[in-house]
Nanobody, 121 residues
Framework: VQLQASGGGLVQAGDSLRLSCTAS??????YGWLRQAPGKEREFVAA????????LYTDSVKGRFTIFRDNRNNTLYLQMNSLKPGDTAVYYC?????????????????WGQGTQVTVSS
């Protein structure tokens, strides 16, 4: 499987960004977005089942971020609204080869390269 993330950038607090992650190869599974800020551990952000019937968010992004998939083109999205400086990190998409979603970075079997999101105050 290959995961290709894009959509990061430099924005101001309160702005929005949409991250995309296109999967190829072995694509069936649960997907997640995770992030790593400088000097911090990689942390879970959001996850979705293949069908999108269950989604999970870390508390700090609930109500601001939305994870969704377009299975027609094997693309995972993370819509990020009301961005805060604390959201600054490298964002990674990842796949878990299971039907259930995972809320730990260790739950995922394969990771894509990251995309940098920087939110200025």
């Amino acid at each position: 499987v290959q995961l290709q993330a894009s959509g990061g950038g430099l924005v101001q607090a309160g702005d929005s960004l949409r991250l995309s992650c296109t999967a190829s190869g072995r694509t069936f599974g649960a997907y997640g977005w995770l992030r790593q800020a400088p000097g911090k551990e990689r942390e879970f952000v959001a996850a979705s089942t293949w069908r999108g019937d269950r989604r999970l968010y870390t508390d700090s992004v609930k109500g601001r971020f939305t994870i969704f998939r377009d299975n027609r083109n094997n693309t995972l999205y993370l819509q990020m609204n009301s961005l805060k400086p604390g959201d600054t990190a490298v964002y990674y998409c990842a796949i878990r080869f299971a039907s259930s979603i995972g809320s730990s970075p260790f739950s995922y079997d394969h990771w894509g390269q990251g995309t940098q999101v920087t939110v200025s105050s």
